[in-house]
């Protein structure tokens, strides 16, 4: 071996001991990458809990099926039923009927009024006459067309109801305080659908209720003596 290669060979093993020492530096370069990029794609709640970035990011499919499900429940917004009415009754145990009832599929188009919408306001309508059955007949042709005529009709449906429902029962104490003949009482229970919302309204114990997968919910509250309100009323 001359020395010419002897240096050569001795400047290698240098170049060896530098790459050598470069290694472990390397490897502790990635190992500070590999910790960033951990803390990076991960989240801790306040309460300790880890969320993996990764995790929280949906992929195409589940991005496709989430616009699938938005668009149904957009679908059933939209959505508006289509209504079918029927009415029965019964006369029980009375001598004569006191009870009256009515069915209005398009309260606005019955009256002929105009109203800024396109979705018909459907009105039902039970009255339990007591005493006779002039206060019943009175409130089933004079309270629909006292809410349609309120200029708020049908915008503020629950204002609008409230405020016929005082309307008719003055107009029926005036017309019967002038004609003894038609002195009676009655009850009164209405439901208004206006799209997708129903608004029940009732002033005594008669009662609503809805049916839903053979499931009973009261849609009212009967005002008898025994409710604490009914009771300060009287």
Same mark, same amino acid.
Request: proline residues 3%; glycine residues 6%; aromatic residues 6%.
């Given at each position: ?5 002897? +240096? ?6 240098? @170049? ?49 099926? +989430? ?7 957009? @679908? ?22 006191? +009870? ?135």
């Amino acid at each position: 071996m001359c020395v010419q290669d002897a +240096d050569q060979d001795a400047q290698d093993m240098n @170049n060896m001991d530098n790459t050598k020492k470069l290694w472990p530096l390397h490897g502790e370069l990635l190992l500070t990458q590999k910790e960033n990029l951990e803390k990076e794609s991960s989240l801790r709640t306040s309460s300790g809990e880890r969320i993996s970035i990764e995790n929280s990011f949906p992929d195409l499919e589940s991005i496709g099926e +989430d616009a699938v499900v938005a668009d149904k429940k957009q @679908n059933l917004m939209n959505y508006v039923p289509d209504l079918r009415s029927g009415e029965w009754s019964d006369i029980g145990e009375h001598p004569y009927m006191e +009870d009256t009832h009515i069915c209005i599929g398009d309260l606005a188009k019955k009256f002929n009024c105009n109203i800024h919408s396109e979705e018909a306001v459907s009105f039902y309508g039970v009255f339990d006459g007591h005493g006779g059955k002039s206060a019943a007949q009175f409130v089933r042709d004079h309270l629909p067309r006292i809410i349609v005529e309120d200029v708020n009709f049908p915008l503020e449906l629950e204002k609008v109801v409230k405020r016929s429902f005082l309307e008719t029962d003055k107009a029926f104490a005036k017309t019967s305080s002038c004609e003894c003949s038609l002195s009676s009482r009655t009850t009164s229970l209405t439901a208004f659908i206006f799209g997708r919302s129903l608004l029940v309204a009732n002033a005594g114990d008669c009662r609503a209720v809805l049916s839903r997968h053979g499931r009973v919910i009261d849609m009212s509250k009967d005002h008898r003596p025994n409710c604490t309100k009914e009771r300060m009323r009287i």
